[in-house]
């Protein structure tokens, strides 16, 4: 692959939080996205939608490196993410520069993935003792804020067992918090949730919006939040960007028509 | 001769070889637990040379018997110059024989932690040393515990072998007490009770103790 | 080092050995035939509903599974003579091999016929059918697949342990290898030669065992 199209690192000036540049990603013959052109900026909040199979989970999988890429490249704060600069060229990052890079991103899951043998405070201190080398202390003091912020710090000493599902989800928010990343992404997180305390987590993501000046990506069906909380939203259709923009545009004035057909079945489902 | 009379006679001797059972379990259990770790971790291994020496461990030692794997320690072994004294031979066959029953508990049980635990240690920018022992190992042992308490069963079973290289253990001194009393039944009798006793009322209450802190720890009991 | 394989001693030994193979084969059969059987009735008695029957089974088959095999062989060996009946090395040794491997049979069955839905038992109630039927017709042919790899595992088992029946003078593979050694003083090719021999056993049957349960499965479309 012809790598000289890629800077080492974005300019001065042309620096978003997140570049995907041509990013392809394929599983043997199944072109899952195609050549995918994405900018987030720093402090943006961008919603992805669109219907199932679509690739929007393939696309926080890349960004959290947990999806290799079968060509482009991804940036993450002006610095190559997906490939790391060597001899004056961009080659595929081995593991010691990924774990590097991906420390500036976090992630929840929508099964929330909390350390089942650990307390709600452990799972929020695991990452910032055994990762960033903090003490046990300021990595406390760090969690049991985050903890308090989330609604959580009544619960910290419970098993993930002991808790529900938007109470593990909310604790899963802080653990990834605890890591101070630029970038947060959340996938479908609210979809395995009763829908009584989806509001719970919902609000949490309300809070990072309005109180943090955080990067986000998020994947959802909720069109409402969606449209309530984002900068922009993108609507994915078979592994490319149809159609984005500013919610109200894209809501309430689609130009596509594969988009119009989206919103309108998924209008009748509700 | 009664039982009381017999045991008058004979209990020190078979109260010695139980010892010297108790010994030889410990010690095979240790060494099957370490091995089975390392074949079971080495079994997922990307590097194939790691991986191969672990599967052909694994494969020679469940493919054989017991018996076979301790003849050929203690008698030929030595031919390639490795000395064992009889008692190490026997735990230590005892010990590789368990430990790659155990590597395959060990390999299936690290399987069976959910992908997403992989994931949300890697989010965390974890290394895979970590990842592995202070995520998906911890989990892994709760997984496997059960299995275990099966295989340190067997592993006591397989301990009466070593009675065939001489080890003076409780197998070992029922069959030299019936040889020089044609007691069978007494003798014989007596060491499966023994047997019977520490695996049901020893090995199994230990195992399950240790399930039960296990729960605690996740928080589920 | 200080050994030295010798291939003609090898080749002088080999035939032995292949026809002690036979014996060994022959023994674990004869093994798992009687504990075929055997862990069935084990089995069954512990379904009959009477409950001290169930308490003692269980306890039996604990005790069995709990205890050395080769202290069982010799148990039943030198026994019988206490009391007046002799039985030979071969006898002795297929009654303690069957039996051992009958408890742990026993408890693959029992899985088997526990994983059968309620549902089944009830539907053959329904339209009147005997136990006996409901077993033969009904429960047993659907617990049989998922029994077959449990099974299969001890079919393996019972073959690996047949060298503890030398210790009785079973003329099988490792009494064989033994008698070798001691006319010979020779170690090193008979007792290796018995591992390979095993391992070209066990490992093709183990893998044989998996073809055919993925066979089962698909003939009876699980
Ligand atoms: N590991 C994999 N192997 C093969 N194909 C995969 C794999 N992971 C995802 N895919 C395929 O990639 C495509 C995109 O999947 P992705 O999970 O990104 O969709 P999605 O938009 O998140 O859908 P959903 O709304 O159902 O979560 C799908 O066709 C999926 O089948
Ligand atoms: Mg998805």
């Not at chain 3, 798992?32 to 089974?57: E, M």
Request: hydrophobic share 50%.
């Amino acid at each position: 692959m012809d790598m000289s199209a890629y800077p080492l690192e974005l300019p001065e000036g042309d620096r978003p939080m997140v570049r995907f540049m041509n990013v392809t990603k394929s599983y043997g013959k199944l072109v899952v996205l195609d050549q995918l052109n994405l900018d987030i900026s720093e402090g943006e909040m961008v919603s992805v939608i669109g219907p199932s199979g679509s690739g929007k989970t393939t696309v926080l999988r890349m960004l959290m490196t947990l999806e290799t890429i079968n060509g482009g490249v991804i940036y993450v704060d002006g610095k190559p993410l997906t490939h790391m600069p060597k001899n004056g060229t961009l080659v595929p990052a081995d593991e010691k520069y990924l774990r590097r890079m991906r420390a500036s991103i976090g992630m929840c899951f929508q099964h929330f993935n909390l350390f089942p043998h650990m307390t709600a405070l452990q799972n929020c201190m695991e990452g910032p003792v055994q990762v960033l080398g903090l003490s046990k202390a300021e990595a406390r003091a760090r969690s049991e804020e985050l903890l308090t912020m989330v609604g959580m710090i009544d619960k910290k000493d419970q098993h993930p067992s002991r808790l529900s599902g938007g109470q593990q989800q909310r604790v899963a928010i802080a653990r990834a918090l605890a890591m101070r990343p630029k970038v947060m992404l959340f996938d479908e997180v609210t979809s395995a949730l009763d829908p009584e305390v989806i509001g719970e987590v919902t609000n949490v993501i309300r809070k990072l919006v309005t109180e943090h000046n955080l990067t986000m990506l998020m994947v959802t069906h909720q069109m409402g939040f969606a449209r309530d909380i984002s900068d922009r939203v993108c609507f994915f259709f078979g592994g490319k960007i149809e159609e984005q923009g500013p919610p109200d545009e894209l809501f309430g004035n689609p130009q596509r028509d594969r988009t119009k057909q989206f919103l309108s079945a998924v209008k009748d489902a509700d | 001769m009664s039982i009381w009379e017999y045991m008058q006679i004979y209990g020190a001797r078979l109260a010695s070889g139980t010892a010297i059972t108790c010994a030889q379990f410990v010690l095979a259990a240790l060494i099957a637990i370490v091995v089975a770790l390392l074949a079971g971790l080495g079994k997922l291994s990307q590097n194939w040379l790691i991986r191969g020496t672990s599967v052909v461990y694994i494969e020679i030692f469940r493919g054989t018997s017991l018996l076979v794997q301790l003849y050929w320690i203690f008698f030929v072994l030595p031919l390639f110059g490795i000395t064992l004294p009889k008692f190490v031979a026997g735990f230590v066959s005892v010990g590789l024989n368990v430990g790659s029953y155990g590597a395959e508990l060990v390999r299936g049980a690290i399987q069976s932690v959910p992908k997403g635990q992989w994931e949300a240690a890697y989010a965390l920018s974890m290394s895979p040393a970590k990842r592995m022992r202070r995520i998906i190992l911890p989990q892994a042992i709760g997984i496997m515990l059960p299995p275990w308490g099966n295989l340190l069963i067997e592993l006591l079973k397989g301990t009466a072998l070593v009675s065939l290289i001489s080890v003076a253990d409780l197998m070992f001194q029922a069959k030299q007490i019936n040889a020089s009393t044609f007691l069978s039944a007494q003798s014989f009798g007596i060491a499966l009770v023994i047997y019977y006793i520490l695996a049901r009322f020893f090995i199994t209450p230990f195992m399950r103790r240790m399930e039960r802190a296990m729960a605690r720890r996740l928080g589920k009991a | 080092m200080s050994f030295n394989w010798r291939w003609d001693f090898t080749w002088d030994i080999l035939p032995r050995l292949l026809a002690a193979t036979l014996n060994t084969l022959i023994a674990a059969g004869a093994g798992y035939a009687i504990a075929l059987v055997l862990g069935l009735i084990l089995a069954l008695a512990q379904r009959t509903g009477w409950r001290g029957l169930t308490v003692a089974v269980r306890e039996f088959v604990e005790f069995i599974r709990s205890t050395p095999l080769v202290l069982q062989i010799f148990f039943v060996f030198y026994v019988g003579p206490q009391f007046g009946i002799r039985l030979s090395p071969w006898t002795s040794g297929m009654i303690a091999i069957g039996l051992h491997y009958s408890a742990y049979l026993s408890e693959v069955y029992r899985a088997g016929i526990e994983a059968v839905p309620k549902g089944q038992w009830e539907a053959c109630r329904a339209i009147n059918m005997s136990t006996r039927d409901t077993y033969l017709r009904i429960i047993i042919p659907q617990a049989l697949p998922p029994s077959i790899a449990g099974m299969g595992n001890y079919l393996v088992g019972i073959f690996k342990d047949t060298p503890m029946l030398s210790v009785i003078g079973v003329a099988e593979l490792m009494h064989t290898a033994n008698a070798i050694g001691s006319e010979s003083y020779r170690f090193l090719e008979p007792y290796t030669l018995v591992g390979v021999i095993f391992l070209a056993i066990s490992l093709p049957t183990a893998g044989l065992i998996r073809l055919f349960e993925g066979w089962v499965r698909r003939k009876l479309g699980l």
